[in-house]
């Protein structure tokens, strides 16, 4: 099918920011996480400015979601202990959630969901940064939320597609996108001056074989996908559970008792979480 030209795609997406529905705070968070200079103190003030930023980064960060729960004040304290990297995209996650609840019910849970679960198996693995990886698991299908911002009939038939021949979302944005949500995620991410490995696990959470700069986080993130949609929390535009990528179960080589442990682990955090769905 493909019946929209790739190239208008990618031009509609990159001028997300001149459509009404983008909040404000969002548009003024882009510049911000834009500039490549950016400190950790102009970050704390931004957030600091607007009280209900405050509370939805202090909240994300005194889940499961990250290896502190309960533990943070401050806004200066989070940005200090979690760097830069992982509160980009913890901003662009808290700053995308009201129009994730708007554009597909059911997206902000499942990207909760596979960030607690991509934390877990990171942490496991021995992953030097379990809270980035996290993040990646937050963000993964980002492009989603731009795909129905800019082209919401379509889309609707992307979803209905998914229903009527049982297949996953990936593929039927393909079938009328001539691309997905991964591709369009990295587009914005690039965009906005995203670091390389969050850019990659976007592209290739999917088809995690294929990249050459991330094998180990983008198939963690491949293998959260799936957990979370085996476990049914959330709804990320189909009802199906892909297969895991052979290379990356091989990559991973989790035990049958590891991942009785990752799915305890994961429903004591799922159930905490609960409060970040509102």
């Known amino acids: 099918m493909g019946n929209i030209d790739v190239r208008l795609v990618r031009e ?17 968070l882009l510049g911000v996480i834009e500039n490549p200079k950016v400190s950790l103190n102009e970050i704390s003030s931004f957030i600091s ?4 930023l405050t509370t939805k980064v202090l909240r994300m960060v005194n889940s499961p979601v990250y290896g502190f729960p309960g533990r943070i ?8 202990l979690l760097g830069l990297t992982v509160v980009k995209g913890l901003l662009l996650g808290v700053s995308v959630f009201d129009l994730m609840q708007k554009t597909m019910i059911g997206l902000w849970e499942h990207s909760i969901g596979t960030a607690i ?6 942490v496991k693995k021995g992953h030097k940064e379990p809270d980035e990886v996290s993040v990646n698991g937050l963000l993964h299908d980002i492009g989603k939320v731009f795909l129905v911002l800019q082209f919401p009939e379509e889309y609707e038939k992307a979803l209905a597609e998914t229903e009527k021949d049982f297949v996953v979302i990936f593929d039927a944005e393909r079938n009328h996108f001539n691309t997905s949500h991964a591709s369009v995620g990295s587009w914005m991410a690039k ?5 390389a490995n969050l850019i990659d ?11 050459k ?3 180990v986080e983008s198939s963690i993130v491949h293998m959260a996908d799936i957990l979370v949609r085996t476990r049914g929390y959330g709804f990320p535009g189909d009802s199906l559970v892909m297969n895991v990528q052979p290379e990356a179960w091989e990559l991973l080589n989790l035990t049958e008792k590891d991942l009785v442990e990752i799915f305890r682990e994961a429903e004591d955090s799922l159930q905490m979480t609960e409060d970040l769905t509102l």
Do not use: C, M
């Not at 679960?117 to 990171?122: D, E, G, N, V």
């Not at 965009?191 to 670091?195: H, M, S, V």
């Not at 696990?201 to 990249?211: A, D, F, G, M, N």
């Open 12 to 28: 509609k997406i990159e001028n997300i920011q001149a459509l009404p529905t983008i909040p404000k705070v969002l548009n003024k």
């Open 213 to 215: 700069n991330t094998p």
């Open 73 to 80: 004040s401050s806004v200066n304290q989070a940005v200090i």
């Open 201 to 211: 696990v976007i592209e290739y959470h999917h088809k995690p074989h294929l990249t």
């Open 191 to 195: 965009k906005w001056r995203f670091p």
């Open 117 to 122: 679960f991509s934390r877990i198996i990171a």
């Open 49 to 52: 400015g607007d009280p209900a």
